[in-house]
């Protein structure tokens, strides 16, 4: 057994575990902290790597990339540590196909595809059902949403097939869960993917990269430099790579922890690990079965994540930002692409094979999926595509310790009955992660939040001095901030309940509607409604006369 003895033994050098490290020294600089990590380097689920570039070579992120100006915890932690943001290049025109290989291809510059007036509508309907619904999520804690056990019974697909009348439209829908979860709509519970959407702010701000969105802005020099960064901070003599945890046992007083070649004791563990990757240590005593039956059926996303470099920005030059959105049955690999051009004006794109269709894809030669990548990209924005420097990919299925990306998601069932001990402490054994945040679930700035929060826990229980009154309230059990709720809380007292969440629960850009009662809410939402239903039908009728004379005036895509 190692001699040292630690205060805190983090397992997992990515965001979360490296944020929760920071905030436990600076908050007591004399605690012994030790971070273990699996791969042979930190991290996580984020990694840049250089890349042959017209320039010479320039530095690409191939796991998460975006930020948003609503995610305050990442950006807290860029200004934090002195690094700078840029906005996504999104000026020109979209590529949207769908439909099957013969169908036409589009070009669209607003935020919505240019779809028909009758998927349009099947589209405008379908968003403001999932952000009604959304909106009566109790993120924290999911079973207490009115109808939870219905909502957790079905998938996202039966959803939308149950309430999207337009094939185009569900084909779309499964372009946007492959290109968020890297997983199919059939795949997922739909009450996870509102509890999803409502961490984020509803649906569009996954899916865009306007302000306020996801896709919003790009870190300078890469996001894994966060992680550099961090254990800088922490200092790297407390940072062991090719340490992989394989075991943790605890008693009453201590806690060890076990990797292949050492035994290491300590007073609390904090596993920040994706929960699939968690399930396979082996825990003494056993974890509660509720953890156990979560963690061992939270499947991961699969994604392949490509960068192209070229020795100019030709879809610039074209009118086209450099955005493509194609559906399965297009024959197309990937489900979306960005501009992904560099600081020092490197030009390239990003792209990613996701879901059935990554797993399609992954079984192929790299020279294979090289090719229909820039066979689409020919297609899509010109023969200039086929004239590149370098394609470079990372399947994330195939990486050691993380087994996918970009997120852990739930089958039906599991929130309604396991969701609380996703984040309940076992014993000394604290749980982070982007899975477990409520502020962008999913995201490096959910990574910091957990972190931030399992970090609070710890010093909650090891020196409560260090914490302010706000944080040691902030600890406070969530099942003592709900429990004035029912079973089966109506929608006025969730709602209400949602408005009163502090800043520090409640995502930034909820904050507008504080001032708005339920039923405020209730009857703008319903003039909203009733004013875009007779707007639609006005626009619908116009649309079709006037489609029979513009169905001949189509202009060219590239």
């Known amino acids: 057994m190692t001699a040292e003895i630690w205060d805190v033994i983090i397992v997992g050098a990515g965001l979360s575990g490296l944020s929760a490290a920071h905030l436990l020294q600076k908050k007591n600089a004399e605690l012994r902290i030790l971070i273990l990590e699996g791969k042979d380097r930190v991290g996580g689920r ?12 320039d530095r690409w992120d191939f796991g998460g ?49 240019a779809l028909s007036p009758a998927v349009l509508l099947d589209l405008t309907t379908l968003l403001w059902k999932i952000d009604r619904l959304s909106a009566t999520v109790c993120i924290q804690e999911p079973s207490r949403t009115p109808n939870a056990a219905a909502l957790d019974s079905m998938t996202l697909h039966s959803y939308i097939e149950q309430n999207a009348w337009t094939t185009e439209l569900r084909e779309e829908m499964g372009v946007c869960s492959r290109s968020v979860f890297g997983m199919e709509p059939s795949q997922m519970s739909l ?6 959407t409502a961490a984020a702010g509803g649906v569009l ?71 699939h990757l968690a399930a396979k240590i082996h825990y003494t005593p056993s974890l509660p079965s509720q953890r156990e039956f979560l963690t061992q059926n939270m499947p991961m996303g699969h994604m392949i994540k490509f960068i192209i470099t070229y020795h100019t920005a030709f879809w610039r030059e074209k009118g086209f930002s450099g955005e493509i959105v194609a559906g399965a049955s297009t024959n197309c690999p990937f489900c979306v692409t960005f501009d992904a051009t560099s600081p020092s004006g490197n030009a390239a794109l990003v792209g990613f094979i996701a879901g059935q269709l990554a797993s399609q894809w992954s079984s192929k030669e790299p020279g294979e999926r090289r090719d229909a990548v820039l066979a ?84 909650a229980g090891l020196c409560p001095s260090t914490l302010t009154q706000e944080e040691l309230e902030a600890m406070t059990p969530w099942s003592t901030v709900i429990e004035d709720f029912t079973q089966t809380p109506d929608p006025e007292r969730v709602y209400n309940f949602q408005m009163k969440l502090s800043a520090s629960t409640r995502p930034p850009h909820l904050h507008a509607m504080q001032s708005l009662s339920y039923e405020d809410f209730s009857a703008h939402t ?29 202009p060219p895509l590239v």
């Open 46 to 57: 984020t990694v840049s790597i250089d890349v042959p570039a017209a320039n010479g070579v």
């Open 65 to 113: 990339q975006w930020v948003g100006s609503t995610q305050t915890h990442i950006l807290d932690l860029i200004k934090e540590l002195g690094l700078e943001t840029y906005p996504q290049f999104n000026t020109g025109k979209k590529v949207y196909h769908t439909g099957g290989p013969g169908s036409k291809v589009r070009t669209y510059r607003t935020s919505i595809p």
């Open 191 to 196: 009450l996870f993917f509102l509890m999803y």
């Open 205 to 275: 701000p996954l899916l865009e990269s306007t302000p306020g969105t996801a896709q919003e802005l790009k870190i300078k020099g890469g996001t894994q430099q966060l992680s550099h960064c961090l254990a800088g901070c922490v200092g790297w003599k407390n940072v062991r790579l090719r340490s992989a945890v394989t075991a943790i046992w605890q008693d009453v007083e201590w806690a060890q922890v076990k990797t292949a070649t050492d035994t290491f004791l300590c007073r609390a563990v904090i596993v920040t690990c994706p929960p």
């Open 376 to 459: 689409s990209l020919v297609e899509y924005l010109g023969p200039e595509a086929a004239f590149f420097i370098h394609y470079e990919e990372k399947d994330w299925a195939q990486e050691e310790y993380s087994g996918g990306c970009p997120v852990n998601v739930m089958a039906p069932g599991l929130l309604t009955y396991y969701h609380p001990s996703l984040r309940e402490p076992c014993g000394r054994i604290h749980w982070a992660g982007t899975e477990t945040a409520t502020q962008w679930c999913g995201y490096m700035s959910g990574a910091v939040q957990a972190g931030q929060r399992a970090a609070l826990e710890v010093l």
């Open 526 to 554: 319903t003039w909203l409604m009733s004013s875009f239903i007779h707007t639609a039908i006005a626009a619908t009728s116009f649309a079709v006369a006037a489609l029979v004379c513009m169905s001949s005036f189509d």
